[in-house]
């Protein structure tokens, strides 16, 4: 068993069993699954979320390695993922409980409690009207320099996300959000996969998607090939011959994510 509990459930908790302490938290469900809970509850006028994974049995777990998809086991994958990314220096949330019970993937119970991060907005939702009313260029600027520096740290720091779209890249609004002044917090590490080294194939994905999340919003070349200088921290005419398969298959990967996502809302707009 591992448990790690900070304030304030350490205090709440005194006494009780956390794993059944957990289970009796109240609040906003976000999402109800067969396996996993998530929701936001309140503590002293401080909210938190909880991810409660309860095991996804042999079956769940079969048929997502034959289809190529890697299960999502446990609260272990967030917890470790989080930790790893505070080491190097990427803002991301910050957990203040965490439990696993049991060595049995398909009926292991876990958890995992974090810091609500508030106020805030998704990058996603900040750059949505970016075509049509374009940002001040140094805060754009600023924006991707920072989202290129938080990526290459997570993957030189072996840690791959699998969700990595640019809504999960949190905008702090507690203060006035100025090119010289703005803080962005990444989140949603459930599905993360933290090793010593990112595998290139794993590395990939995060790219494609993150590339595929921002087609959206109005990047320009210029826009691009400054995300890509900061991010591998090499010239930029060496990056260009060094990575010339990668950027090919970028373009490639990202035209057919969003061919696929033109159907699958084409044909969900007829249902």
Request: proline share 4%.
């Amino acid at each position: 068993m591992k448990l790690i509990v900070t304030e304030p459930f350490k205090t709440l908790w005194a006494g009780r069993d956390p794993f059944e302490a957990v289970e009796q938290l109240q609040g906003q469900v976000y999402r109800e699954l067969e396996g996993r809970r998530t929701l936001r509850t309140e503590i002293d006028g401080r909210g938190y979320f909880v991810k409660i994974h309860r095991g996804i049995g042999w079956g769940e777990i079969v048929k997502n390695l034959s289809t190529a998809k890697l299960p999502v086991l446990g609260a272990g994958q967030e917890w470790r993922a989080i930790q790893r990314l505070h080491e190097v220096g990427v803002p991301t949330m910050t957990a203040v409980a965490y439990g696993e019970r049991g060595s049995n993937p398909a009926t292991q119970h876990s958890f995992i409690i974090t810091e609500e991060l508030a106020p805030t907005v998704s990058l996603e939702d900040f750059a949505a009207n970016w075509r049509e009313q374009p940002p001040e260029p140094a805060l754009k600027r600023a924006l991707i320099a920072e989202v290129a520096r938080m990526a290459g740290n997570m993957h030189r720091a072996g840690v791959n996300h699998r969700d990595f779209y640019i809504c999960h890249f949190l905008l702090h609004t507690d203060k006035p959000v100025t090119a010289h002044n703005f803080r962005l917090s990444l989140i949603d590490l459930h599905r993360a996969q933290t090793r010593t080294q990112t595998p290139r194939r794993w590395r990939n994905k995060d790219l494609a998607g993150l590339y595929f999340s921002a087609l959206g919003i109005g990047l320009t070349r210029r826009d691009k090939l400054r995300f890509l200088q900061v991010y591998f921290q090499r010239p930029l005419l060496d990056v260009l011959r060094d990575e010339a398969s990668l950027l090919t298959w970028l373009q490639r990967k990202s035209e057919r994510l969003q061919s696929r996502f033109l159907r699958k809302y084409a044909s969900g707009a007829h249902q």
